[in-house]
């Protein structure tokens, strides 16, 4: 056998993120590309596709980059289509591009729920199934879901996104069912509070400079007291999509800081004097 690090190497693989301009997606990318994966990444316009292209040539990673709605078939198919053409095909799909709308169920539209679904549950769906004939046909793949703390808990004003991330925990298991015979391994990621734009109205600072109630009450509930980083999950998201979880299927693996297996504390009793961690 050789050294135990070559199992996480990504080496020869594509690599294929969604929504990776920014945020989670583009640590995601830059992982991948460090350990040796060809990335290509899409989003949903032109001007967060150049913005993507500019942070991968600062950070010195050549990356393929197109413009694609992951809630559009048609667009989803074309963009696997010029990536096996171009690049190859895709052997590690990371369904990555989310959205939020935090809106009391009773004051949410039915559009509006459907946006949340469309591109949180049923866009994973449409990439899963555009990738999974070529893996099934190379005899293996990897596709990694974005799942969330909404995949296990609720709260006020997310009923659209915790039913989509529910849901979307429930799709990793079924792609695991029906596909793990072809040695594709589905599985996903469970991120607790990461600081990133999706997140940021809940770290505002109030008009008076003191905290936003839900960071400190975030902070309460997870006992590293602190955000995750984006640089948090880059190991786990280079482990699942590398030979080093070859026999791990099914699995939404939470990297919370603990927010899962603590009750917490009170959000008074916390020492902000210590939070100068994010902004
Ligand atoms: P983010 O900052 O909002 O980035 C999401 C990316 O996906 C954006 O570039 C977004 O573009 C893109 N996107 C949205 N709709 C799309 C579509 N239809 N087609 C293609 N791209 C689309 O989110 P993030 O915080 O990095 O999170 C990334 C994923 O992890 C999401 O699925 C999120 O639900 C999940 N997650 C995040 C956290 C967290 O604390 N941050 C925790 C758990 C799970 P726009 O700019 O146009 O929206
Ligand atoms: C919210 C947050 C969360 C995070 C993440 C937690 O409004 O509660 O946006 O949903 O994005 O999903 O794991």
Redo the contacts with the bound molecule.
Sequence with gaps: MGNILDKFSLKGKVAWI??A?????LAYALAYAEAGAKVVF???NED?VNRGLEEYKKAGVEVYGAV????NEEQVTKFVADVKEKVGSIDILVN?????KRIPMTEMTVDQWNQVIN??LT?PFICSKAVLPDMIAKGSGKIIN?C??MSELGRETVSAYAAAKGGLKMLTKNICSEYGQYNIQCNAIG????A????APLREKQPDGSMHPFDRFIRSKTPAQRWGKTEDLMGLAVFLASEASDFINGQVVYIDGGILAYIGQDPNNLDESKFADVD
């Design positions: 969604t929504g301009s920014y945020g989670l997606g899409n989003d949903i967060l694609c709605d992951v809630t990555n591009a989310g959205i939020i591109v949180d866009g974005a969330s703390m991120p607790g509070y990461i990133t734009p999706q997140t």
